[in-house]
Structure formats: structure tokens, C-alpha cells
């Protein structure tokens, strides 16, 4: 998507063509820093550290990691220890094992001296793939949005919530919850999106917002607890959110929060959609209950961080010391509370006979 008019994904291959960029997203939305990264460590790092993150995003940046570790060895033992090194960086995404899986079986049969070359190559299609897959999201996706435009008075706009980062920064290119959105407002359809502020890091009041605002989408940020009620007063035509992981159930994991939403939605009669690429699905999880959530640091809810009047960001603390923090990052909406799953294949039901049936090459994937 446009950066102040230039176009930009979320990773690439840098020109001296061993070296991969990336947007820093931990200095948005106050500054669009270029992070360059060269080896395996500091691929890892920049998942852990979430200078990268979102779901398909962490995935494309483990690819690109195993590439910079074959470039530095492409030894057996180095390939072992950059799959061990990247798959530990974040828990609950299950594109980072996909991405790794695809990498290190596309590396494991060759010859190390064809290694680096073969690395780049497959870490690219995983890129490329991810913004075609995107696409497709967002065309299929648009057909929901549409299908609720023309339920409404010609012209009136559709209301849509959103929770976290499911938009390009999210991805390579396009986002996923986003994408749909981004089709329906170039196409000229009005479209607002509600955009919860996601505490404790606030993707989407530094990061959705940013690059809606940044695309002419027109928007509003919620404090977190404000979705329900905007639906009970008929303000929210449609939910889409993002999502780290479906079980083989269609139960869905995301940012934490989305479940709330999912039962105000269930409970207003809103339309609650969850929009994923198919690596994002695990058909070695039977349902949610097995989807390992991530528990992170303390400080990301006891400090906030922003940018003060006079320019300088600054971290402050907004809890009283010594009170006790728990930080889950990730919740599972149950599979009943979905209406649909806007996939690259199309809208599913969320159930294990749709998801099969349009991914049948996955059923036998871990
Ligand atoms: O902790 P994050 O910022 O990596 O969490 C991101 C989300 O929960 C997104 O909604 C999810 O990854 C879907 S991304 C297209």
C-alpha cells in the first residue's frame, strides 16, 4: 500500500539482494523507520521484539530469516538451528511453523551450495503469495460488505469494526480484515471502520488507524470497551477481524478482546466475520482449547508510550507499582460465534466440513 505516495510492502528484499527491509512498526505511528535486517538472529529478534508482527507477517519474516541463515551457512546444522532459533520467537501464529515448514522442506532435499539461491527464491513466493492470498480476501470479502450495502439506503454508509492489526502492516500487502475494506472504499462504496484501540499495544488506535488514514479511509478509534455498545445502537453494520490461528473446529484465535466483541456481536445480531489466509488454519488442533496463547511482558500494561507535545516519545507508567499483571495476548472466539470465514477460496462456514472441503492439500498438514 501508498506510504505518502510511494508504494511500499512490509518486508522485501533489500537491492544488494541478500538483506531484508522492513517497516519498524514499533516507531509507528509517530515515525516510518526503515529496519534493515541480516542474519537469522535478527530476523528472530524482530518477531519477538514485534518491530514486525501480525500473523501472516511473522510468517513471511521466518522465511526470510532462514534465507539470511543459508546465506551466512547453508549447513544442515545451521538449517536446524534457524528453524529452532525462529519458531521459538512467538507462540500463537501458526503461519510462523507454516512458513518454516515450507522453507525447510524446500531446503532440507538440496545440496547446500544451492541453498541460499533456493532460500531467497521460496522466501519471496511466501511474500508473494501472501499479498496474492490477500487479494483474493479482499475480493471475496467485498462481496459481504457489498451484500450489506444493499440492505441499506443507496449511499448510506457501512459500518464496519475492527479489532487489532489485520491490515497491510499486518501482512506483506493488503491486510487481511482490511482488504475487503480497502476494495469497497476504492470502489467507491461508503465505508467507516470502528477501529478498537487494542490495549496493551495499541495496534489498532497506532497502526490500523494510521494506515486507514493513510489510504483516505474514513475512521474512528474506540477505546476497547466501546463496541458494544455502538452495536446495541445499531451503529455497527458488520464485524472483521483478523486472526492467529483456526482450529480444525472453525474456532478462531485473535487478539485479545475479540471474543468480547464476538459475543456483543452475537448478541446485537451483528454479522461477526473473521478474514485469514489458509496457512493461518491448523487442522492439528481439533478446537481452540488447544491454541497456545501467548502471555507477554507485564510493562506492555503497565506503561504506555507516546509521542509528548513537544515531539519527543515517551514511555510512561499508568499503573501503581506493585500491583500484580496478567497479559494474555490472544483469545479463542468460539466457532458458533463466527458467521463466516472470508478466505482466499472464498466465505466458509466455520465448521471443519467447510474449511476441508475448500483446503483438502491442508487436512493432512501440521
Ligand atoms: O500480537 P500481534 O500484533 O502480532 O497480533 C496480531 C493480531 O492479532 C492480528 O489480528 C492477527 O495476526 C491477524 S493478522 C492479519
Redesign the pocket.
Known amino acids: 500500500m501508498k506510504v505518502d505516495g510511494r508504494h511500499f510492502r512490509t518486508i522485501w528484499l533489500e537491492p544488494d539482494r541478500w538483506s531484508v527491509g522492513a517497516i519498524d512498526q514499533r516507531r509507528l505511528p509517530h515515525e516510518f523507520i526503515i529496519a534493515r535486517l541480516v542474519s537469522a538472529e535478527e530476523a528472530a529478534d524482530a518477531i519477538r521484539t514485534?518491530l514486525v508482527?501480525?500473523?501472516?507477517l511473522?510468517g513471511a519474516t521466518a522465511a526470510y530469516g532462514m534465507a539470511l541463515a543459508m546465506h551466512a551457512d547453508p549447513s544442515d546444522a545451521a538449517l536446524d538451528r534457524a528453524y529452532k532459533l525462529l519458531i521459538a520467537t512467538r507462540p500463537t501464529?501458526i503461519n510462523l511453523k507454516w512458513a518454516l515448514d515450507q522453507m525447510a522442506a524446500a531446503l532440507r532435499p538440496l545440496a547446500p551450495s544451492v541453498r541460499g539461491e533456493a532460500a531467497y527464491k521460496r522466501a519471496g513466493e511466501i511474500a508473494n503469495e501472501d499479498v496474492g492470498i490477500n487479494q483474493a480476501i479482499g475480493s471475496h470479502g467485498l462481496e459481504v460488505i457489498e451484500a450489506i450495502a444493499a440492505t441499506k439506503k443507496a449511499g448510506d454508509t457501512v459500518n464496519i469494526l475492527t479489532h487489532?492489526?489485520?491490515g497491510w502492516l499486518?501482512?506483506v500487502d493488503w491486510?487481511?480484515?482490511t482488504a475487503p475494506i480497502y476494495r469497497a472504499h476504492d470502489m467507491g462504496l461508503n465505508v467507516h471502520v470502528w477501529v478498537d484501540e487494542t490495549r496493551p499495544?495499541n495496534?489498532g488506535a497506532s497502526l490500523t488507524a494510521w494506515e486507514l488514514g493513510h489510504h483516505g479511509v474514513p475512521h474512528t478509534v474506540i477505546p476497547d470497551n466501546t463496541g458494544g455498545h455502538l452495536m446495541q445502537h445499531g451503529m455497527v453494520d458488520l464485524a472483521i477481524?483478523?486472526?492467529?490461528r483456526v482450529a480444525a473446529n472453525g474456532d478462531v484465535c485473535?487478539?485479545i478482546g475479540t471474543y468480547l466483541k464476538a459475543l456483543a456481536a452475537r448478541d446485537n445480531g451483528v454479522p461477526f466475520y473473521v478474514a485469514l489466509p489458509s496457512p493461518t488454519i491448523d487442522f492439528s488442533i481439533k478446537d481452540g482449547r488447544e491454541i497456545p496463547i501467548e502471555q507477554r511482558a507485564a510493562s506492555e500494561v503497565t506503561h504506555m508510550s507516546g509521542r509528548t507535545a513537544d515531539g519527543r516519545i515517551e514511555i510512561v507508567r499508568v499503573v501503581p507499582e506493585g500491583s500484580p499483571i496478567a497479559n494474555y495476548?490472544?483469545d479463542v472466539t468460539p466457532a458458533r460465534l463466527v458467521t463466516g470465514l472470508i478466505t482466499e477460496r472464498g466465505v466458509l462456514r466455520p465448521d471443519h466440513a467447510a474449511l476441508a472441503s475448500a483446503f483438502p492439500e491442508r487436512t493432512g498438514t501440521r
Open positions: 514485534m508482527r501480525g500473523a501472516p511473522i501464529a487489532c492489526n489485520a499486518a501482512t491486510g487481511t480484515a499495544r495496534q477481524v483478523g486472526t492467529d485473535n487478539k495476548g490472544f
